[in-house]
């Protein structure tokens, strides 16, 4: 609510500290895990290419981060599918 | 684009103590110097607790860091990180990984030649501490500027830094007094610019007040020189336009004395010379 009303007052700091949480959020998780961006993206290229084999996907909204749950990290992949191959062998 | 001018500049930014501003003023002073068309670097040395990545609000876009530059894991050009906002301003991210002692003086002395014929200003942000980092981050540098605070803690570690910058022949080394708060000073409760320049005897660089903007700026990892309101952002500005040597005024904090012992100060430092 006050962030509302700071919003409204045009006030310069509405949301800074929001923009402040999620960049912690995410530096933090990447900083424990030591990954870097350079490691999820070769990751991101690797899982593209392997489900590529097997099923059309939305390589473009194709998202690959990490997460964190109560004390654990999770790799969350959000893969849209478009289709599936029809299998060759059967 | 090319750079400006044909020298460069390898400045170091120091204090001893840690939470003083270094960053801040690493990522400012920077910022505002490629927005005036100049082509900076900055290096962050912080090994092991990397903050400019995140000051300068480029933590999502570094790929490769300083240790993978000098094991030749990647290219010096690989490893810089270009500023969407500042077309002229790279940064070279530190290690979180690894430690201080993982680099060598002359391995950062090898990457600022090899940044020289690049840029007008290269930035090298220090570790808090006087120890490897310190000496790592000094070694190529030509300038020194040391941030402090008016407080008694800080300026004591800044008398001992500018003692090890003058006994590594440092002839150029200018002060920066950051979160200055003039109501105090005013009201006696606070450190003057003279009592800190009484005792530290080194030229004026800059004074920057306390500002609450600093943080909100921070924390969107947005340069506080982009905010045109901001008493904090102009004193970054003014301190930019010095080291192009520009002759700005001290805004005036305090008595009417302050002028005439800044500008005593800087005659008898050139007199020396």
């Known amino acids: 609510m006050l962030d509302i009303i700071n919003r409204l007052l045009g006030r310069e700091n509405a949301g800074s500290r929001d923009i402040a949480r999620e960049r912690l959020r995410l530096v933090l998780i990447h900083d424990r895990a030591s990954v870097s961006p350079n490691f999820l993206n070769t990751l991101k290229e690797e899982l593209i290419r392997v489900i590529r084999e097997y099923m059309e996907i939305d390589e473009e909204s194709l998202v690959v981060d990490l997460e964190n749950e109560e004390n654990s990290i999770a790799l969350v992949a959000n893969i849209p599918i478009r289709g599936f191959k029809r299998a060759a062998n059967e | ?273």
Request: aromatic letters at 6%; a negative charge.
């Open chain 2, 1 to 273: 684009m090319g750079k400006k001018t044909e020298e460069s500049s390898v400045i170091v930014v120091t204090s001893g103590k840690g939470g003083v501003g270094k960053t801040t003023t690493v990522a400012n002073v920077a910022s505002a110097l490629a927005r005036k068309g100049y082509k900076i670097a900055v290096m962050d040395l912080d090994i092991g607790l990397k903050k400019l990545d995140l000051i300068l609000g480029l933590e999502n876009r570094v790929i490769y860091d300083i240790i993978q530059v000098i094991e030749g894991e990647c290219t010096l050009k690989q490893a810089l990180v270009k500023d969407k906002r500042f077309p002229e301003l790279y940064m070279l991210p530190a290690a979180q990984t690894r430690n201080k002692d993982d680099i060598k003086p002359e391995q950062v002395q090898e990457i600022c030649r090899q940044l020289r014929p690049e840029f007008d200003f290269i930035f090298i942000d220090c570790p808090a501490g006087i120890e490897q980092g310190f000496r790592n981050a000094i070694a190529a540098a030509d300038k020194a500027i040391v941030v402090t605070n008016p407080e008694v803690s800080a300026v004591r570690d800044a008398d001992r830094i500018i003692g090890m910058l003058e006994s590594a022949q440092f002839q150029d080394i200018q002060l920066v007094i950051n979160r200055l708060q003039a109501s105090m000073v005013k009201s006696g409760d606070m450190l003057s610019i003279d009592d800190l320049l009484e005792h530290l005897c080194i030229t004026l660089l800059g004074i920057v007040p306390e500002d609450k903007k600093v943080l909100i700026s921070t924390n969107k990892g947005e340069p506080i020189v982009l905010n045109e309101r901001s008493e904090a952002g102009l004193a970054f500005n003014n301190i930019a336009n010095r080291l192009l040597g520009q002759q700005v005024d001290f805004p005036s904090f305090e008595e009417d004395s302050l002028w005439g012992k800044i500008r005593n100060l800087g005659r008898n430092l050139f007199s020396k010379e």
